[in-house]
């Protein structure tokens, strides 16, 4: 195929992080399925903990999975083919086409980017050969000028496509129209020239105010503002960075208080999104021993360093502190990386995950970890095996979710709290997890626990009537399907539409 003959494409672009390019992003790819068109997402390099494993095993970026699914697709690694996790002390591990490729520092990964370019556009061009639209988003700001050299996901993305950008800017962060000239301004002439329309995102107010600002940014650039996106809270979809997180919550009016450690490489942390949308719950993020408090369930979550955020978990007091909890009857639960802080003690013989040999868990559970080369990355669905416990109003309860981690954990004299029937789309029936005796803590690999509504409700429900309390009827379902409709409902509201498909060339497609 040419490239005369590969299908369209729209980038989204942002002057800062965290200005709305992934939901923006997100909102495009429900938008062109709505009309009918065949679209899949594409960011060629993402740096983010919060990761998902593809039907075939592959591990991607979250936020390109949340995209995928707005647009009514499957992910697939071409999505995502650049993944990279922060594991502390300036180095990430680099996940090449959804598979752990190395370790490296920023120098020694901008010494990579020749051998990763042509990954990139081939990933992009089979997208664009499957698909009849692709919604490239880009990372950080396209106008970081000392990194330009190594870039691979922003204008050199942008020039290889020749696709038409879509520059996101935040206005609640204050600065917005210095941030779009600037960004101009610091682009080179070839790039401004596929920048076709600004969005102004997350105001709040009466847009006619922007309109001699708008008038001006035309005048200055030549550029239109396409749409005003205003602030909004009433649509939920995972957050793509640790800047999401808040420290704490007020809980006091709630029926529920629940503590989420907060550590420092917190990876999956969209796991808890359920958790916070129930009215009934006040969920919190805890840092340290003293911000505790005496909640009625304390989670550890994943970790992309977890010896290390165990280590920081001793040192730090909060190791004391939750242990007195647990011995007080609150029950803990570890997902992923907090599963196995929960056991005797995790070893890392070969160092693949930290610098440390061995470490000594909480033990709470009756396990051992032992870090491999090998990680597991896939969706899983499972059962709850028998009620007891934090489980009692769950028993047979379906679930679906996804595992990813490094090691292998030994179970010995912990029953297991789940059976898994599916994974990677293979019938199995296996055992998943551990719980103590009591019941109250339940340590498990499966991501996405909370999600499911059977299973959330029921436990919380329990936590409930265990301090004699009701958990009030909630009308929470996790469908995301009706998310993505709103939000593409509000952007229609906002977006010019009929430019961004004259800007694409999709007019055509739909005539």
Known sequence: MTREELSRVIMVQGTTSHAGKSVMAAALCRIFAQDGLRVAPFKAQNMSLNSFATPDGGE????QAVQAEAAMVAPTVDMNPILLKP???G?????VMGEPETSASAQGYYKMKSQLWPIVTGALDRLRGEFEVVVIEGAGSPAEINLREHEIVNMRVATYAQAP???????DRGGVFASIVGTMELLQPQERALIEGFIINKFRGDPSLLDSGLDMLLERTGVPVLGVLPYFTHIHLPEEDSLGLRGGEESHSRVLDIAVIRLPHIANFDDFDPLKREAAVGLRYVSKGDELGEPDLIIIPGSKTTMDDLQWLKEGGLEGQLLARRSKGVPVI?????????????ADPQGVESSGKLIQGLGLLP??????????TQQVEATVRRGHGLLTDCSGAGLKGYEIHMGETEIEGASAPFTVTLRSGQAVDGAEGA?????????????????????RRGLLGWLAARKGATLPPSSLTMDSGKEFDELAALVR?????AAVYRMTGLEELLQ
């Open 493 to 497: 509201g906002h977006l010019d539409m």
């Open 165 to 171: 950008v879509l520059l996101v800017a935040d206005i």
């Open 367 to 376: 396990i051992t970890t032992c870090f491999q080369q090998r990680k597991a």
């Open 334 to 346: 570890g997902i992923c990386a907090g599963f196995q802080m929960l056991g005797a003690r995790i």
């Open 60 to 63: 991607i970026g979250r936020a």
């Open 87 to 89: 594991e502390g002390q």
């Open 435 to 455: 719980m103590d005796a009591e019941g109250l803590v339940l340590g498990t690999y499966l991501h996405g626990l909370f999600h499911n509504d059977d299973l």
């Open 91 to 95: 180095r990430s591990q680099v996940v």
